[in-house]
């Protein structure tokens, strides 16, 4: 029984599967590093508060040194007998530097510890993120650049709409990576506290000094209430959400790359090296990546669902049920920072075919809305000049010609007021860059927008 760090009162061993079943060795060794730093920064605060002895604290802190170099060399041994990443090091820690290892665990509980690695390895891998969406902005502010006059139909209901600008299109991405990164530097805010010295839930008994592990570890401040502290999970939730939606934009624009390279819009074609082929019908070009992409945002929100149904019922303060809260989230990192980089690498070689996508901007009656402007400029009000395009619209469906190619005869049946002119000026370059203003279309928008990016981008 004495093998167990807890066994004290145990009088018969753990069941076989229950050992392994209970274990969390697996999810949370990755959290070594994190771990080491905590325990390093609670055993000198020990020291500092008297509370343990200089040369316990010396061989601590080699321990803890040899430790991490085991771990980072593949010679550490994790066992699920020791439960989880906390135990196993505390327990070889023992076992290299004897007595001095056993006087780590004063003051403190797996239970702030645990919280307080998984605030640091998230809080690094959240700036990883952040770090990795800004990546993905950049070289979506380069393609941007490359077309801002490049001119594509604009879609509601997916139906074409009005004539856009690519390099438009592809700026709406780095405004929803902009709040993205922006979610996960406001989570980082909020859970930038220590909950060391939390303990098991009350706090503890000795003079500890928590403000100088929560400098040390690189924390705002220390948590405010021990209860709060070991129970909160708040992070984890927030951080999920934030994944969540990013992935859900990703996946958004992973559903346009996948229609844009069907042989039906034929707009884009996406790098050999980023696709696959199929085993049987040889002709096949899939875009896995976008599709993957896509498929990947199902199980990044599932884990935002886990974590919020986990802790729903949970009365204060730690319950087991809160160790399930690592699975998901590291998941989640994991898989949205693939998503990011895939992305990044992917689109830089993505061919466009400018031709195929002005041609299907100038088809489908994309610039109906400016002939129905043009008229309310001559003096008609917009209902009616709407009506009166609606009927124009009707005339073309019927001969199968478009909006320009209506004689001076058809357009004066339809309404005194329609003039060839009017119909003659449509052209798709004119849409878009009659739409000049802030967060318009045109161009020289999509210029100015550029320029504030790449700005903004460098300084970050
Ligand atoms: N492995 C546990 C977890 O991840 C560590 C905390 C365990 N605390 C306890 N009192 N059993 O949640």
Redesign the pocket.
Known sequence: MSEKPWGGRFESPTDEFVEAFNA?TDI?ARMYAEDIAGSKAHARMLCDRGILAQEDLNAILRGLDEIEGEIKSGEFAFTIAL??V?MNIESRLTEKIGDAGKRLHTAR???D??TTDTRLYLRRRSDAMVARIRLLQSVLVELADAHADTIMPGFTHLQTAQPVTFGHHLLAYVEMLERDAGRFLDARKRMNQCPLGSA?LAGTTFPINRQMTAEALGFDAPTANSLDAVSDRDYIMELLAAASICAVHLSRFSEELILWMSAQFGFIDLPDAFCTGSSIMPQKKNPDMPELVRGKSGRIIGGLIAILTTVKGLPLA?N?D??E??TAVFDAFDNLEGCLKVFADMLPGMQVNKEIMHKAASSGFATATDLADALVRAGVPFRKAHAIVGKSVAHCIHENIELHEMDAATCADIDSRLTTDMVRSLCVETCVAARNHIGGTAPDQVRIQVDTWKKRLEQL
């Open positions: 969390s949370d439960e989880d906390h509980s797996r239970n510890q645990v098991a730690y087991k809160m160790q809260d690592k």
